[in-house]
DNA sequence: CGCTCGGCATGACAAATGTCAGAGCCGGTC
DNA sequence: GACCGGCTCTGACATTTGTCATGCCGAGCG
C-alpha cells in the first residue's frame, strides 16, 4: 500500500464530513484530498482532484448523491463511487446501482467497517449492505408506469388535480386516471396514502 | 480544566457517533464516557453514568431527543442536554427549550464549534444556533388548537375522514370542521398541504 | 352575570376526487 | 398483419372532501 488511496468526501453535514475526515485520515491507506458540501461542489471538486473513490452522502442539497454518480460516471470514469445514506430506501439502491454505484451502505456502519468497504470498492468490487439488499429484493420492482410515477410525484406536495394536470401538460381526466390506476396498484387507500408508499420504498 | 467534562453521546447513525466520539476526545478537557444508539438506551446509559453533558440526535429510533430530554429533567437534574439536529425545524426548537434544553445546534456546525458549545452549555449557559432561532421566531406559534393538531396528526398519513373520527373518537364532521379551520388557519390548498406546512414548522 | 372561546355536533351544499367504460394512437412483438 | 401495452383523452357516476350556518355545553374572564 506505498500508494494511498485518494478519497473525495460529501455530506451536507459539516460535523459528520469533518469527523469522517479526520477517522478515516487515521487508516494510513487513506487520503482525503477533497470535501464539498453539496451536489454541485462535489462534481467540481471531483474534475479538480480525481479522487480514485467519492463517499457520497444520499441526501445533499444541489444534487442528490445519485445524480452527481451519474455525472461522474461519464467525466471521471476511473473513479469509483460509493454512497453513504442515513435512511436507505429500496428504490435508491437499485437507482444507484443503475448509475453504475460500487458501494451503498447506511451510515450506521462504523469507520472501522466503512474504510474497509472503501478498500474494497478501490478493489473494483461492489459492495451493498445486506440489510439494504434484503428490503430492495423484498420490496421488488416499481409496478408504476413512468408517467404514473411522474404524476404521482407532482401530487405528492397535496396540489390539486387541476395544478397537476397544468404541471405535466395533461388533461384532468387523465391525470385522475394515472392517480386512480396508481393508487390501486399501490393497494392504497387514496392518493396521499401512495405518495407515502412510493416514498417508502424509493420509487418516486 | 483538570477535571474533564464527561459526556454521553447519542445517535443512532454508528458512523456519526464513532467518528464525533473520536473527534471530541481529542480535547482533553472533553472525555466520552458513554453512547448509545436509540432513545431508551441513552437514558439507561445516562442513569448508569451520569454525564455532565448529554449530547442527543433529535432523530432516534424509540424516544426522540426532546422527550429523552424530558426525563432526564427529572431523573437527573444535573445532567444539561445538548440536542444536534439535521434538519431543525422551528417547531422542534420550541419544544426542546420548553424540555429544558440547553443548547441547540444543527450538524451543519464543525466539531470544533461544537466542542466550544459543549463547554458553553456545561457552565450553565445556554446555546442556540442564530439560524435556527430566526427561523424559529419568523416562524411563531402555532395557530392550531389542541384538537386541530391532533386531528391534523391523524391526517397525516392520508386516512380517509371516517378512519381519523374513529381514531380520534369524534363525529365525522367534527373532524372535517377541524381540518378545515386548521387548513384555512395555515392558508393551505387543502389538508394534505396543511400537514405539510404544519409539519415544516415543528408544529405537529 | 353575561361574554367569549374552544370543543363537539348536525345538516346541507358545492367542489374535488375516485372509479369505470370506452376509444384513438403509437411502438413493439409474435 | 394482428395483437398487446402504454399513453392520452372524454364522459358519466358515486364518493369523499371542503365550507358554511347553526346549535349546545362548559370554562375562564371582566
Redesign the pocket.
Known sequence: MSVPVRLLLADDEHLIRGALAALLSLEDDLLVVAEAASGPEALAMARAHEPDVAVLDLQMPGADGVRVATSLRTELPGCRVLIVTGHGRPGHLKRALAAGVRGFVPKTVSAQRLAEIIRTVHAGNRYVDPELAADAISAGDSPL????AEVLELAADGA???EIAERA??????V?????SA??KLGAE???AAVRLARERGWV
Chains 1, 2 share one sequence.
Open positions: 408506469t413512468a408517467r404514473e390539486p388535480v387541476a401538460a395533461l388533461s384532468p381526466g387523465t385522475r386516471n394515472y392517480l386512480s393508487v390501486t387514496n392518493r396521499h
